[in-house]
């Protein structure tokens, strides 16, 4: 079955990176679009950076341009979140996914926190 398993989430200050990872089984990871998701405390969840099946084309929510870097490989099944000048607005819980067909599936999420 699908299975996505984040990482690397955690507690950093303001100004600080983090490089998120979701590792992937269950399907064939090179045919498919992955996305990362990110939801706040209160508020719905949005996406955050999307990136195509041979990782050629990216694209990101506005709030994060300039400062996330979304990557992935193949061989790994390794999608990858690279983020860099963390604000305490970039604070959630930070989810990996991808659509197969009409069904989305989700990860369980790791946490980030920006605060000094």
């Known amino acids: 079955q699908v299975q996505l398993v984040e990482s690397g989430g955690g507690l950093v200050q303001p100004g600080g990176s983090l490089r998120l990872a979701c590792v992937a089984s269950g399907f064939t990871f090179s045919n498919y679009f992955m996305r990362w998701y990110r939801q706040a405390p209160g508020k719905e969840r949005e996406l955050v950076a999307r990136?195509?099946?041979?990782?050629?084309?990216?694209n990101y929510a506005d709030s994060v341009k300039g400062r996330f870097t979304i990557s992935r490989d193949n061989a790994k099944n390794t999608v990858y979140l690279q983020m860099n000048s963390l604000k305490p607005d970039d604070t959630a819980v930070y989810y990996c996914n991808v659509l197969i067909g009409i069904t989305s599936y989700w990860g369980q999420g790791t946490q980030v926190t920006v605060s000094s």
């Open positions: 990136i195509t099946s041979a990782g050629i084309s990216t």
